[in-house]
């Protein structure tokens, strides 16, 4: 279907759970920040489920999903100096900020706190939708717009920009490096990336997980060593191993005085699960005994998306992915909530 140059096609939720439809719908209007592309490729992401189910409250319908997208850049405004035509550009979970606040002028915008603008499910601030990469085009802000490394295909790149920055952002914050022992809660699409970044950095990384399922995959991905968690004797003998711990998803019977006491004095528990059901509360005593941090992280701030694309640049990180055809998208989501993905499910036009 032809489009107009201020229209595209998207594969849309148009009612809670129902399968995507192909529809035409208007781009955000252009000004002289935007950056327009042709969408190459999406990954398929937990917080597109969530959106398309309403699982984390209400849905502006028809929406759009998708907040890791690569495309080849077709069109710039004369306020774009990083990206020019034909360059392969990518996008992820924000796609705009106010500029103005205390966090966005500290370099904070994922936290900014007038009016963020997310990628899908969310308002520009002259009141357009904002819609996600299941879709031919995207249109928006330069500011989080991203020039891809040359040496990165966009199949690779996509998934960087949500899964990617969400485990990288807050493990370099937490000083991750050579003398770190890390543990990672949770051996799925955000997990994978936590082994990947972690032991990119340096760290001795062990992988956590209910089960001994996932020992075989874990130790492929470059896990040094493999903890069920489920098993006292093993748990015990993990007391006060870890100097961070990354829970990129655990279940609703997680305690906490089980797991901070494996982290050692000072350290870190990072947190950037985000299940639909609330963690239990905590004796203060716990947290006083402990002496450790516990940390949340939102996906990550333009500044750390271009570190991260350079770190994963020079240290050749590489998410495992997998890829369907845009218009096997249904296919694809039907695939995705079975469990299937080893470990990113990426969509290509």
Request: hydrophobic content about 35%; glycine content about 10%; some cysteine.
């Amino acid at each position: 279907m032809a489009t107009t140059n201020d229209s595209f096609m998207a594969w849309a939720a148009t009612s809670q759970g129902a399968l995507l439809e192909r529809k035409e719908l208007k781009l955000r209007a252009w000004d002289e920040d935007c950056v327009e592309m042709d969408i190459t490729h999406c990954g398929i992401c937990g917080s597109d489920e969530h959106t398309i189910k309403e699982s984390w409250g209400g849905t502006m319908y028809p929406c759009v999903v998708g907040h890791e997208i690569v495309g080849k850049v077709t069109k710039v405004g004369k306020n774009v100096t990083h990206l020019k035509v034909g360059d392969l550009a990518g996008v992820g979970g924000q796609s705009g900020s106010c500029h103005e606040c205390d966090n966005c002028k500290e370099g904070i915008e994922t936290l900014c706190t007038n009016n963020p603008t997310y990628t899908y499910n969310s308002k520009w601030a002259n009141g357009d939708m904002a819609y996600g990469g299941y879709a031919d085009k995207w249109r928006g802000d330069r500011r989080f717009a991203f020039k891809i490394p040359d040496s990165m295909p966009g199949e690779v790149a996509a998934t960087f920009f949500c899964a990617g920055v969400t485990t990288y952002a807050p493990l370099k914050r937490a000083n991750v490096n050579e003398k770190s022992v890390v543990g990672v809660m949770g051996i799925g699409g955000l997990g994978h990336y936590g082994i990947l970044w972690a032991k990119a950095m340096g760290a001795k990384v062990v992988g956590m997980s209910h089960s001994d399922r996932k020992r075989e995959v874990a130790l492929e991905l470059g896990c040094d060593e493999y903890l069920v968690t489920s098993d006292a004797d093993q748990m015990a003998k993990y007391q006060h191993k870890f100097t961070h711990i990354l829970c990129t998803g655990t279940s609703p019977d997680f305690q906490w005085a089980t797991y901070l006491a494996l982290i050692r004095p000072s350290g870190h528990f990072i947190n950037v699960s985000a299940p639909d059901w609330d963690f239990p509360g905590m004796s203060p005593m716990t947290l006083l005994f402990n002496q450790v941090s516990i940390e949340g992280s939102l996906i990550g701030s333009p500044d750390e998306i271009r570190d991260m694309l350079e770190f994963a640049d020079k240290h050749n990180v590489r998410p495992w992915i997998q890829k369907y055809p845009m218009k096997d998208v249904n296919k694809a989501l039907e695939d995705f909530r079975a469990g299937k993905p080893r470990f990113r499910f990426v969509l290509e036009n």
